[in-house]
């Protein structure tokens, strides 16, 4: 099955508000007091949000496609450094999100290919992310060259307390 990155388009942002929301719902709901994740939605995946985004030139917003299907979300920012990298030099992989539908499909796989060669083309140096401390997500990317560079934690309100820690990882290009 063909699996592409698209742009996202003013007339494709429903599907991406739905796809982002069921997404981080299937995946995330453990991390939130009574599995409430609405201050995370409220800043990422809103109508309005993603319409400020789309405006933004260092802002990229995708979605995934498996087949005809939509399997997930993609967010970058263009220029976005980190520790001693400057912007110029630093691409931002702000969240993939992937349905548990289309796990274990090469989906994830897929999509970090297609953001290390978008990265390589616009002549970065580094690749980085903030993944959860414990799950599934830190052996995926560890598996794909990413290497922790640091510590950080999640700030927003209702985010449990043990599940706040969050590692910096880095792909050098």
């Known amino acids: 099955m ?11 942002v429903p ?8 997404s981080y719902n299937e995946h995330y709901l453990h991390l939130w ?3 409430n994740p609405k201050s995370y939605l409220n800043v990422s995946f ?7 985004e789309l405006q933004d030139p260092n802002s990229q917003n995708y979605l995934v496609k498996y087949g005809e299907a939509y399997a997930g979300v993609l967010k970058l920012s263009l220029s976005q450094g980190w520790g001693s990298w400057k912007d110029q030099e630093a691409l931002y992989l702000h969240r993939i999100y992937l349905l548990k539908a289309f796990s274990r499909k090469g989906v994830g796989k897929a999509v970090l290919d297609f953001v290390t060669r978008f990265a390589k ?10 993944t959860m401390k414990k799950g599934k997500a830190l052996d995926f990317y560890r598996s794909n060259g990413f290497e922790i560079a640091g510590a950080t934690e999640i700030y927003l309100e209702g985010v449990l307390p043990a599940e706040k820690e969050m590692w910096v990882l880095v792909k050098t290009l």
């Not at 599907?15 to 069921?22: A, D, I, S």
């Not at 083309?121 to 903030?130: A, G, H, P």
């Open 2 to 12: 063909e699996i592409s990155v698209v742009p996202l388009t003013e007339e494709k």
């Open 33 to 35: 007091e009574n599995r």
């Open 121 to 130: 083309d616009l002549e970065k140096k580094v690749i980085w992310l903030e």
């Open 46 to 52: 809103t109508e309005t949000q993603v319409q400020q």
């Open 15 to 22: 599907h991406y508000l739905k796809v982002g929301q069921q």
